[in-house]
Structure formats: structure tokens, C-alpha cells
């Protein structure tokens, strides 16, 4: 927000009573309300824009000469999670501004999940010391099931309401359909306390269409960055939705989208990027914001149209156009100099009049901060866990039994419901590698009940071992998969004496383990550091034979239980669609299966 002060020293400065702090000197613009492209001189006083007008004189103490770069404004990213990168939001600043981003919409849905308000607030301590600018898309399902899984925290409307007032605040976080379509109550009167604050509500409709669709819109729901086809895309923008298109490890939908889009000649002022869950590696090697812009150029976008989707499509839909997206008078300065639209490479980046990036590298200290260390103390299990704490009892007196499977889609989130037929031994339902069946688990660690959810999935290829994590969508919990039930048992306890993490485990040996202290979610160590751990631990797994470019990720989002078909809970195997538990076991005749 501008002070009086503000306002009035960016006049003086325009009207040359005071000189401005910095001049761009020979820039071509990329001027996101005009859709135009020419070359001027950017004039900055303190953190705002004086002028762009090619014809103005003004003094400045500082001049830097851009020998005619673009001059593009910084990027923004709709909805992504801090936790799903494994770095602190000081951390993951070395990533994502040499890279453009200079606005973060972020839902702490994750640590909120596990540590509540107070660990909104302890991710917020150092908010006013980073090179970039983070908002808060303040999270409404704390709970994501509620009855359906453990967590160890909850946001209630009040909650909410007083975290809504936050100045960071922006919209009220990814809200799934079914606690609209089931007219739940706590959740309206979030959304009603929202646009009372003439503040936006942001979508989560994996997989709904037509009247549910129309329904959830109704309730004032403002976007969704779920859609995986064109024929979902259009039918948000004809509910009148605006789409993040997404990017991240394991949800792929940014070509499909764009393509479709072009292909239909859809227009693309409601359109904008989101990262939603990147892991670092990924933003170190390919990119952020600025990746999506670049892609989208190279499937065919006209360069100005991908920059607005960045910028001031994404800043309009947040209601703040009037601060942020776009290089225009009175505007925060936040801007790229690049020298090339379409491989769209920053070689400076500055945020608020302030240069913080040159040549791929910050130019300004952001150390992580020692968190308190409460937060670092989240993983507590009631009960000892052995090989025997995974034992899948079954039905039935035959050989082998029919059980419901969680089925994986290569680099998506959402899964297939898949019937197999397993082996039944001493009365136990056993996993079938050779089938490419493993059991999957997912371990109560808040030590309220000791609960463990147990099912099965296919598409992971571990011929041997187990991987288990204490990050699973949106309960947090530790979910492991594995070949048999030591490994799940050394790999869970692992993660409990780390208090937090990942971890590798083959016959009972820790291959790798990775502590992650900040909520059994994030690192306190550097980007770089993670990186390269998790290069380590992605290596152990697919020498166990396991598939897919990110595994980690995938692993983190077999739990989830509100992205279709399935998700697998403390409580049990969900149907994301009738939003309740079902048997893993089908009780069904296996040789009546085909």
C-alpha cells in the first residue's frame, strides 16, 4: 500500500523537483496495456516507476545504460506451494529471481496442515527480507477431509477471518468442490467472509464439469488451476473461471493447454501460469514463470501474450494491477531485462527499483533463518511400528483375493481406480512386484491415534525396497511404499528419528535419507544443498527400479484425497468422487475378473 510520503516524492520526482533514484537508459518496453513494443527510458524513485514517457528529461542519481534489452515486467506465479520445492521461502530466492519470478502467490496449506496459525506465522518471520514479494493465499481446508484423514492443525472461519485481514493476504486458498457441492456450511461462510473483503477465492475442480460445475462457480469460486484438457479449460472460462495453467514435476498441462487454446482461437486475457508444486531441481534445470512464458512462445504464442500471461493477467485477477504486472507510472519496479523475448533469459532483475539478480545470481544476502525450534519436533507416533504394523489382513479363504489399486498416470496427479488380483498367504494380502502391485501405507504421525491407512499401488516399478515420506497431500502424515513390510517398517521409522524427511531402504539397510526439519516439510540448508540431495535420493530410488522423472513427488500425492480417482489416507483408501472410504479388498470372485 502507498504511504502519503510515497505518493508524494514519486510526483516531486516526475515533476523534477527531486531526481529520480534510477534511470534505464535505451530499453525496448514491453508495454502490457497497449500491447506494444518501443524503446524509451525507464525513470525509478525509491521502489515506484516516475515515467516511461520516451520523450522525458528527468534527473536521476543513478543511470544504467540497457544497450537496448527488453524491458519486461517481473513475473508472477498464481498458486504454488513453498513446501513442495523443500526450501524455505529465503532459500528458494536464489532459484526463482534470477529466473524473473518477483511475485509468489503461495497457499501454506502444508505447514498449515500440520502446525496451524502459528506455523503460517513462523513462515512469515523474514517476509520483509526477501528479494521478492510473497502473498498469501490463505488456506481453506485445514482439514482438506475432514473425517477422512488426521492432521495436525485446524483453521477454523475465525481463523481464517483474522488470517484474511494479513496485508499479505490476497484470496482465500484452492477450495475442492465437495465442500461446496455438500453446501458446507463452515466453508461458505469463508468464501461470504472473502469477497467481503472484495478479495478472490481460488478453485481446486479436479475433474467437474458441466451443472457441478456451474454449482461450484456459483458459490463465487474464482479459478482453477486443475484443468488437464482443453475441454476443461473452456468450460471453466465459459463458467466464467479464469484457468492457471500449470507447470510443476509431476503435473504436466501447460502444452496441452496451450495448444489447445490456440487451436481453438480461445482468447487468453483469463489465462495465466502457476508452478503449483516444482520441486528445486526441477526450477534449477528448467525453470520457473519464466519457463512457461518461453514454452508457451515456442508452441506458437505471440511473445507479448505470454508475457501478459505472467504479468498483468495474473496481477488483474488479484485485483492488484494497480501495484504490480505491468511497467507503467506510479507501478512497483519490478523488472526484467532480458535480451531475447523468446528464450526469455533475465539478465537483470530488479524488485522495487532494486537490483537483486545479474547473470543468473542474487546480488543480495538472503540467508535462511534459524526457525524455532518447536517446528522442527512435528513427527510423533503412538504406537511402535514393525513389519507387522503393515499386515493387510483379507476376506477371504481362497489363494489370492481382487483388491482396488491406486493407478498411476505418468506425469499427472490424477490416478485410475485399477482391480488386481493378489496372493493371499497365512491370511494376508501380499504385493505382487511382478505385477507392478506394492503396498502402499500411510502412517498417523501427529501421535494422536496411530492410525495406518493401507492399500496398494501400481506404476511405481521398485522391484526391491522402500521410500517413504513425511510429506503427503494435505494431511502430512508419512506415506511409504515398498516391496515388502521391513523395508516399510526401517523406512518409516527412519523419517520419525529425523523428525522429518525422506528416506531410501533396501533390505533393511538406509540407502539415503534426507532430514527435512522446518514441519517434517522443508529444509533449513540452501538450495543447492537440497538439490543435490535430492538428486541422491532420486538416484537410490530408481536403482531399486522405480519410474517416472519424480518420484518423490509422486509419492507425495498418492495420499491426496480430494484429486480423482483415489487417495489413501491414516484412515483408509478414499473415493475422491462419493468423498468416503471404501474396502481395498473387493470381496469379488477373481477368476470372474477376465
Not at 503461495?106 to 503460517?120: K, P, Y
Not at 461446496?180 to 467481503?196: A, D, H, M, P, R
Not at 483469463?270 to 508444486?277: H, K, P, Q, V
Not at 495474473?314 to 507510472?329: C, N, Q, V
Request: glycine fraction near 8%.
Amino acid at each position: 500500500m502507498r504511504s502519503y510520503e510515497e505518493i508524494r516524492d514519486t510526483v516531486r520526482a516526475g515533476l523534477r523537483a527531486l531526481p529520480c533514484s534510477l534511470m534505464l537508459k535505451n530499453v525496448r518496453l514491453v508495454n502490457v496495456f497497449s500491447s506494444e513494443i518501443y524503446t524509451t527510458n525507464i525513470y525509478i524513485h525509491n521502489r515506484r516507476i516516475v515515467s516511461i514517457d520516451p520523450n522525458a528529461t528527468l534527473e536521476a542519481m543513478e543511470t544504467v545504460d540497457c544497450c537496448g534489452q527488453y524491458a519486461v515486467p517481473g513475473f508472477i506465479d498464481t498458486h504454488m506451494h513453498f513446501e513442495s520445492t523443500m526450501l524455505s521461502p529465503e532459500a528458494l530466492a536464489s532459484l526463482v529471481v534470477p529466473a524473473g519470478t518477483t511475485t509468489l502467490c503461495a497457499d501454506l496449506m502444508e505447514i498449515a496442515n500440520v502446525a496451524g496459525g502459528a506455523g503460517l506465522k513462523a513462515m512469515l518471520e523474514s517476509i520483509c527480507h526477501l528479494p521478492y514479494r510473497m502473498l498469501i493465499e490463505v488456506s481453506s481446508r485445514v482439514p482438506t477431509a475432514p473425517g477422512l484423514e488426521t492432521t495436525g492443525a485446524y483453521l477454523g472461519p475465525q481463523q481464517v477471518r483474522e488470517i484474511m485481514d494479513w496485508p499479505e493476504a490476497v484470496s482465500l486458498g484452492e477450495l475442492d468442490p465437495s465442500k461446496i457441492l455438500s453446501v458446507g456450511e463452515e466453508y461458505l461462510e469463508k468464501i461470504q467472509e472473502t469477497l467481503q473483503r472484495r478479495k478472490i477465492v481460488n478453485g481446486h475442480a479436479i475433474g467437474r464439469m458441466g451443472q457441478e460445475l456451474n454449482v461450484y462457480a456459483s458459490a463465487g469460486i474464482s479459478d482453477d488451476h486443475e484443468c488437464v484438457t482443453t475441454e476443461e479449460m473452456l468450460a471453466r472460462l465459459r463458467a466464467g473461471m479464469r484457468v492457471l495453467i500449470r507447470e510443476g514435476s509431476t503435473e504436466r498441462n501447460l502444452d496441452a493447454l496451450i495448444r489447445g487454446a490456440l487451436q481453438q482461437h480461445l482468447p487468453f486475457e483469463n489465462l495465466m501460469f502457476c508452478t503449483d508444486d516444482k520441486h528445486a531441481g526441477e526450477i534449477l534445470r528448467e525453470g520457473h514463470i519464466d519457463y512457461n512464458v518461453a514454452r508457451s512462445i515456442a508452441l506458437g504464442l505471440p511473445p507479448i501474450e505470454a508475457v501478459k500471461m505472467a504479468t498483468i493477467n495474473a496481477a488483474r485477477h488479484f485485483r492488484l494491477e494497480d501495484e504490480i504486472g505491468s511497467i507503467s507510472p506510479g507501478r512497483l519496479a519490478d523488472i526484467l531485462l532480458v535480451e531475447d523475448l523468446s528464450s526469455m533469459v533475465p539478465s537483470r532483475v530488479y524488485f522495487e527499483g532494486k537490483l537483486v539478480s545479474e547473470n543468473r545470481r542474487l546480488t543480495v544476502e538472503c540467508p535462511v533463518p534459524s526457525y524455532p525450534e518447536w517446528i522442527k519436533h512435528t513427527v510423533s507416533l503412538k504406537k511402535d511400528i514393525t513389519a507387522a504394523s503393515f499386515r493387510k489382513e483379507t476376506q477371504t479363504a481362497s489363494s489370492e483375493t481382487a483388491v482396488t489399486v491406486i493407478d498411476l498416470i505418468d506425469q499427472q496427479i490424477i490416478n485410475r481406480r485399477f482391480q488386481a488380483v493378489l496372493p493371499v498367504c497365512n491370511g494376508e494380502i501380499l504385493s505382487s512386484p511382478d505385477q507392478d502391485v506394492l503396498k502402499l501405507a500411510v502412517v498417523e504421525r501427529y501421535g494422536k491415534n496411530g492410525n495406518i491407512g493401507i492399500g496398494f499401488v501400481r506404476g511405481f516399478g521398485l522391484h526391491s525396497g522402500a521410500l517413504a515420506y513425511s510429506m503427503s497431500h494435505d494431511h502430512h502424515n508419512i506415506v511409504t511404499v515398498g516391496t515388502n513390510d521391513h523395508d516399510l517398517a526401517t523406512a518409516v521409522n527412519c523419517i520419525a528419528d529425523m523428525q522429518g524427511g525422506l528416506c531410501v531402504v533396501e533390505n533393511g539397510t538406509v540407502l539415503k535419507k534426507m532430514q527435512l526439519p522446518i514441519g517434517g516439510l522443508m529444509s533449513e540448508r540452501t538450495a543447492d544443498e537440497v538439490i543435490a540431495e535430492l538428486d541422491a535420493m532420486n538416484a537410490a530410488v530408481k536403482r531399486l527400479g522405480c519410474r517416472g522423472n519424480a518420484p518423490v513427488m509422486t509419492l507425495s500425492f498418492i495420499s491426496l484425497p480430494t484429486v480423482p480417482e483415489l487417495g489413501l489416507t491414516d484412515r483408509g483408501l478414499i473415493d475422491v468422487i462419493s468423498h468416503k472410504i471404501i474396502p481395498v479388498e473387493t470381496g469379488e470372485n477373481p477368476f470372474s475378473l477376465g
